[in-house]
């Protein structure tokens, strides 16, 4: 057996003076136990007015046969149903509260079963005040007071001296100029009034305010779990800017409602860091801003982060987007290949020298430098088939690395975009460092071929996956210079190693 309910919706008054007596409208949403609303469907429905309390006597009874609309709608009007006791238009209104009892067969019979009451908080006030000035024998709306009110005294004259001209000129008006009247003539169209500190009127152009201009300039920075950003807003649509900012979502479009970075609230250019995010997802990224007339978005940015990478160590390394690549932003620091083959740690000069395979190095032989500079390694384990980086990444060729530099504005300059700033760990003077590519390259040094340790703080060297002849090319960066160097080495060099997304 189905089973059903009635959701009351609303109970409102019907004004329609064309008819006698009066009616109160009924709407219903009918649905099942499971919430589900049943739509084109037969009901009974036994509807009674009660006087008083909502067990007190029934003054009133009717019943309706009706069938719900394609949407689960019930409709009908009290006052227009089947009598069943008592007359709509001999209730008084006027003489206690009422409620409103609903009984219902839901298989549209006559087996009716109680749904519970309600009170009738509105009541046509026609079919009030016929009854009260019926009981009355007067206007129920009469002002006993008016007699002895301030009101009866206003004259005709009053009403003229208030509505007086200022002037012939449409417009005109009167001002208080803090000691009298004043008359101040209309001003043009488009204008506004305007009062100045000391009371003196003015008539200035209306300066409209409209949305203001923001637009999203760039992404600077993209990582596993942030993203930088450059936004400006050029116009403040002629009013102040009350709040700016970035929105970000994972669907198109975001808006206010979805994650908000807020930046204070001035026109101009802005930048920030959006974090917490997620590696290796796609956000949707618009710049905002808000004035008096409200919120416009700037078009829209599809950014998807970096991958943070992990080798066979469980070293883990944030990728960094910069141009169309995605580097390491800090050098490999592993043991073993990806097959999980050992690389050999040489320690000792003459081992180092004479080696002919793979092999790496702290830098100055001191672990106490792996976890800023990563290990140093020989060719050799760079041109190893059984590859150094994570899979998915490689080691970037002599082609990568100039792929790099030129993004970053060629050799000459792109140096000081690659280092870290300060002087933490590049000695003074570290010259051009702005890091603006935040690839963070740091001084690590070099293993000579006789396998001597040289440059930790001055140099920072990186092999390419690409050899030339006997020797292999590579770049290095200077303390003191803005250049990047591209050099050939001797592949039992031991250099740092910077890996690539493929």
């Not at 689960?72 to 409103?100: A, M």
Request: hydrophobic share 35%; proline share 4%; net charge negative.
């Amino acid at each position: 057996m189905n089973y059903f309910k009635l959701f009351l919706l609303s109970i409102l008054p019907l004004y329609n003076i064309a008819q006698s007596p009066e009616k109160i409208n009924f709407q219903s949403i009918l649905r099942n136990t499971s919430g589900v609303i049943q739509t084109e469907k037969q009901v009974s429905l036994r509807i009674s007015i009660l006087s008083g309390t909502p067990t007190g006597a029934a003054v009133y009874s009717e019943t309706h046969f009706k069938k719900s609309d394609h949407s689960g709608l019930i409709n009908l009007q009290i006052g227009g149903g089947q009598v069943n006791s008592g007359s709509f238009g001999d209730i008084k209104w006027e003489n206690s509260p009422h409620h409103l009892q609903l009984e219902a067969d839901l298989e549209g019979g006559s087996q009716f079963t109680f749904l519970g009451t309600q009170p009738l908080l509105s009541v046509p006030y026609s079919l009030f005040a016929s009854k009260a000035d019926s009981v009355l024998h007067q206007k129920a709306e009469t002002d006993p007071l008016f007699e002895n009110s301030v009101a009866k005294g206003i004259s005709q004259a009053d009403t003229a001296y208030w509505n007086r001209k200022t002037g012939n000129t449409t417009g005109a008006i009167q001002i208080w100029n803090g000691t009298q009247w004043i008359n101040l003539q209309a001003g043009m169209p488009g204008q506004t009034l305007t009062i100045s500190n000391n009371g003196t009127p003015s008539w200035e152009t209306a300066v409209k305010t409209i949305l203001p201009t923001v637009t999203l300039d760039g992404i600077s920075r993209v990582s596993p779990f942030s993203i930088d950003f450059n936004a400006d807003i050029s116009s403040d649509g002629g009013s102040q800017i009350t709040a700016r900012g970035i929105v970000i979502g994972t669907q198109s479009e975001p808006t206010l409602l979805n994650q908000t970075i807020s930046f204070g609230g001035n026109a101009g250019s802005f930048e920030g860091t959006i974090p917490g995010l997620s590696p290796q997802t796609p956000y949707f990224i618009r710049a905002f801003a808000t004035n008096e007339a409200g919120t416009r978005y700037s078009s829209q940015q599809m950014v998807m982060t970096t991958l943070l990478a992990t080798d066979v160590d469980g070293n883990t390394y944030p990728g960094i987007k910069i141009g169309t690549q995605i580097w390491f932003n800090k050098n490999l620091n592993v043991t073993r290949y990806q097959n999980r083959d050992s690389i050999e740690q040489i320690s000792t000069d003459a081992l180092w020298q004479n080696a002919s395979e793979g092999a790496w190095s702290f830098s100055n032989n001191s672990s106490d430098n792996q976890d800023v500079y990563g290990k140093l390694y020989n060719w050799y384990a760079v041109s190893d088939s059984r590859k150094l980086c994570p899979a998915g990444w490689k080691i970037p060729s002599d082609e990568d690395w100039t792929i790099l530099t030129n993004f970053l504005g060629g050799s000459d300059v792109a140096g000081g975009k690659l280092k870290a700033t300060g002087i933490s760990f590049w000695l003074i003077p570290n010259a051009w460092a702005t890091n603006l590519s935040y690839f963070s390259a740091l001084p690590g040094g070099y293993r000579d071929v006789a396998g001597s340790f040289a440059g930790l703080g001055y140099y920072g060297l990186w092999w390419s996956s690409t050899p030339n002849g006997t020797e292999a090319w590579s770049r290095y960066l200077y303390n003191e210079f803005n250049y990047v160097s591209r050099e050939s080495f001797n592949k039992n060099q031991g250099l740092s190693i910077r890996c690539l997304m493929e």
